[in-house]
């Protein structure tokens, strides 16, 4: 019976505390809801420190350039949702639940028990998301995209070339085969195939494929850079080692073929960083080469192809494609093929001879052909039928001038700035009749456009860039040595430079021989010089007389070295029209200012900090080029505005201190940017201003035709975008929109805006520039703009607009105004992903 009674006895226990238990937690959130509301709010509070903390990390790394990862994003999204929305929630309850009930004699038990509960809740969560907030990083440094393979021009589908591109794929598909080599001899069309065959299994049978020029001058770094390219990484290390494990790293995330163009001789695969074989199976190399033994013992190729001339029949059809249906006529067919003939079934020579006779008159033709059976210099050490087309290219080009583009773009070499021969031709003097920088640019390009289209130049990898064939510019070298009195020394040192007497007559030289640099002579005895370029990476001693017998020199190219101080016997050079010091680690460059008839300088990437006041006494000067000078803070007042023909400012990537408007003259120390308002001529501006107070208001402006401006603290790669545009502007204005009128010009000429950081605005276009037209605006970037509703295309004249990037636009509602409906208008967007 007791047993009964302890059994009945536990059971009604057990009743009772289910009972009371949750009238307990009633209870419970009753008597305590302000203790819940308290944690709350310190929970509240200690989350919006660490979301500011994390956010200040987040905006300091976006103006680095570098991208947010996206859980960071996520939580931040959170954070915002529990603060702004749910927290704010429970405190208006708070001012409920104080309210009375019965005419404010007790409490209001309901309310105040919902707010407990929910503050609890909403505390529960709130902790949590601090304790997710504990971040290791909250950025990586994103890739900009890499070049595609774009379609090979010039490539034929020739039976003899189809056979060999097939044979090439299905060994591609093998995976016991990872190195794969194609030979033959220069100009026979070995770099052109494997770029066909890059494109056609580029997203196929490998994710990327990357393409280098190895050339026979072997740079490792070139190397790496190329590749890196393609793959769209910017590296940050210095080493070549450290750029190598970079690369390795890099690849072995995808299926990967790398082609590497024209080996000379055994490259080191492993210090570049491929990774090949056990360490990443899915990389595989594509080698061309004009020798077998170099594939086959130095690279150790598993499979070769060799590569021969066309047939008679494919020689015919593709060297009449050149010329046109003219030759088919029946007076000029006859010797149209006899020419043909002699161009040994070599492409490159087929097309040098036909881009030269095309539309050409019979006695052309003739003389054309014989030219051709004579024998080639005896200078050119290549192919002599080569040799003999690419010469009667040259012969009929059109003027002398367009001669001696052509011989410096061989100068010049692979993928060189169409930029830098603007510059160079310019301070020579080539061209007659051209008068402001902007009319040498575009003589300067049309004249590149020519030569392509004769076949002696290449298209690049971009529009700011030629290419030129190794025999092709070989050959050039050859013409230029015999003819034309210009020196290229680049691995050994040859007789010629030793040669006093011959010395004395050289008019042009390029020096990249190391062992010829280590051993500078006191003086340089050339009295006939007109260009000079020297090449190295590391410390150079350049004798204090070196240029002391150089006084004709017109133009003088130093590229990438260091020395403590400029040469004394510069100041000889009255003549010089043109000099760069382009990554030269230089101290004082005051003797510059000695230089009183120069018209080009470029310093980019040089070491300078300060540009001395003597520079104010380069009254002719045109172009100044000052760009990602790291170290450059101060420019005196007064040197820039001394400067009344300067045409071209370039200042991109160089943070200039620049001086505020308003401060007694005496006082200055550094220049205002109204001093360009003194320069008439300017046409041409690139500048980054770090103050969003110092926005252009100045007249100056109006007579822009080219620039890149950027205002605020925009990091390299910010707002980037795939497209070169002559007229951008980008805005990081972490305040209200007030822009005055210099800046309003600009917005009328921009073709690229890129907005950010936007304080308070609402309605981009209506806001910007008064709600007015922006008549050549073709490509808007909005980001970070945290109070933007409205991108109202259909309010303001935007004729042009193709291209629209959006990025962290959290109250974006739509494209047209609240009170308007939208257009019809087809707009393309591309919304960036993270």
């Known amino acids: 019976m007791e047993f009964v009674i302890a059994i009945v006895g536990s059971v009604v226990a057990k009743a009772v505390e289910y009972a009371i238990s949750p009238i307990k937690n009633h209870v419970k959130y009753l008597s305590n809801h302000h203790q819940n509301v308290e944690i709350l709010k310190n929970r509240a509070k200690r989350l919006k420190d660490a979301r500011d903390g994390v956010q200040h990390s987040v905006d300091a790394a976006k103006r680095n350039g570098e991208e947010i990862e996206g859980d960071v994003d996520k939580w931040l999204s959170a954070v915002d949702k529990k603060i702004l929305e749910q927290v704010e929630e429970v405190m208006q309850d708070e001012e409920k639940a104080k309210k009375k ?483 030269c680690a230089v101290d004082d460059i005051t003797i510059l200012g000695e230089l009183k008839n120069l018209e080009i300088l470029d310093l980019a990437k040089s070491s300078i900090k300060e540009l001395p006041k003597e520079m104010a006494q380069l009254t002719q000067l045109r172009l100044l080029d000052l760009s990602w000078c790291r170290e450059l803070k101060i420019i005196p007042p007064n040197v820039l505005s001394s400067l009344s023909k300067l045409e071209e400012l370039y200042m991109g990537g160089s943070i200039v201190e620049w001086e505020k408007e308003g401060v007694v003259e005496n006082e200055r120390k550094n220049a205002s940017l109204d001093e360009l308002n003194n320069l008439p001529y300017l046409t041409t501006l690139y500048v980054h201003i770090l103050d969003a107070q110092m926005i252009l208001k100045h007249r100056f402006v109006e007579k822009l035709d080219r620039f890149r401006i950027f205002v605020g603290n925009y990091a390299r790669y910010d707002c980037c975008t795939n497209y070169k545009s002559w007229k951008e502007l980008k805005l990081q204005l972490y305040t209200n929109i007030d822009l005055d009128n210099g800046m309003k010009m600009l917005l009328i000429k921009t073709e690229d805006l890129c907005l950010a950081g936007l304080e308070g605005v609402k309605n981009v276009f209506v806001e910007l520039n008064n709600g007015k037209d922006l008549p050549h605006l073709k490509r808007l970037h909005v980001k970070n703009c945290m109070h933007v509703q409205y991108i109202t295309v259909n309010k303001v004249g935007v004729p042009r607009l193709c291209f629209i990037t959006l990025e962290d636009l959290p109250q974006l509602v739509s494209f047209c105004s609240p009170d308007e409906g939208c257009s019809t208008k087809p707009l393309l967007l591309f919304n960036k992903q993270k």
């Open 101 to 583: 009930c019965f005419i404010g004699l007790c409490p209001n038990f309901r309310t105040r028990y919902k707010l407990s509960l929910k503050a609890e809740e909403v505390a529960k969560a709130v902790a949590e998301l601090i304790e997710h907030g504990k971040f290791e990083r909250v950025s990586y440094r994103a890739a900009p995209q890499g070049p595609v393979v774009a379609p090979v021009k010039g490539y034929e589908e020739f039976e003899s070339r189809t056979s060999i591109l097939n044979g090439i794929m299905e060994v591609l598909k093998d995976d016991s085969v990872s190195i794969i080599g194609v030979h033959g001899m220069g100009g026979i069309g070995k770099t052109t195939l494997v770029k066909e065959i890059a494109r056609k299994v580029e997203g196929k049978l490998f994710d990327s494929v990357v393409i280098a020029t190895v050339t026979q001058a072997i740079d490792i770094e070139k190397i790496q850079n190329q590749i890196a390219d393609f793959l769209g990484l910017k590296f940050e290390e210095q080493s070549m080692v450290g750029k190598a494990f970079r690369l390795r790293e890099r690849m072995k995330e995808k299926r990967i073929l790398v082609v590497l163009d024209d080996i000379w001789e055994k490259l080191d695969i492993e210090e570049v960083g491929i990774p090949l074989g056990d360490e990443h199976k899915g990389c595989k190399l594509l080698l061309t080469s004009r020798e077998l033994n170099v594939l086959s013992d130095e690279m150790d190729a598993q499979k070769n192809f060799p590569i021969g001339v066309l047939n008679e029949k494919e020689a015919w059809d593709l060297f009449k494609k050149m010329t046109g249906d003219c030759v088919e006529s029946c007076y000029l067919k006859p010797i149209a093929m006899e020419v043909a003939k002699k161009c040994a079934g070599l492409p490159i020579a087929i097309a040098t001879v036909a881009g030269a006779l095309r539309n050409k008159r019979l006695f052309q033709w003739k003389n054309a052909l014989r030219e051709l059976e004579r024998p080639s210099s005896s200078n050119f050490t290549g192919i002599t039928k080569a040799y003999s087309a690419i010469k009667l290219s040259f012969d009929y080009l059109e003027s002398e001038e367009v001669k001696r583009t052509f011989l410096l773009c061989s100068v010049i070499g692979h993928n060189g700035l169409v930029e830098d021969l603007v510059r160079y031709t310019l301070g020579l003097g080539l061209f007659d009749g051209v008068f402001t920088m902007e009319e040498a640019r575009n003589k300067v390009f049309s004249v590149v456009e020519n030569l392509k289209a004769s076949a002696l130049l290449l298209d690049s990898y971009n529009d700011e860039r030629f290419d030129i064939h190794d025999v092709v510019g070989d050959a050039a070298l050859a013409i230029a040595l015999k003819d034309y009195h210009m020196l290229v020394l680049r691995d050994h040192a040859p007789k010629e430079w030793s040669d006093k007497l011959k010395m004395k007559s050289w008019r042009v030289i390029s020096l990249r021989c190391p062992q010829i640099i280590a051993n500078l002579p006191k003086e340089m005895e050339c009295s006939e010089l007109s260009f000079f370029h020297m090449a190295y990476d590391g410390v150079v001693k350049i004798p204090p007389n070196f240029f002391k017998q150089t006084e004709v020199l017109k133009a003088l190219d130093l590229v990438g070295m260091q020395f403590p101080s400029i040469p004394e016997s510069i100041i000889h050079l009255t003549g010089l029209r043109m000099l760069r010091l382009k990554q």
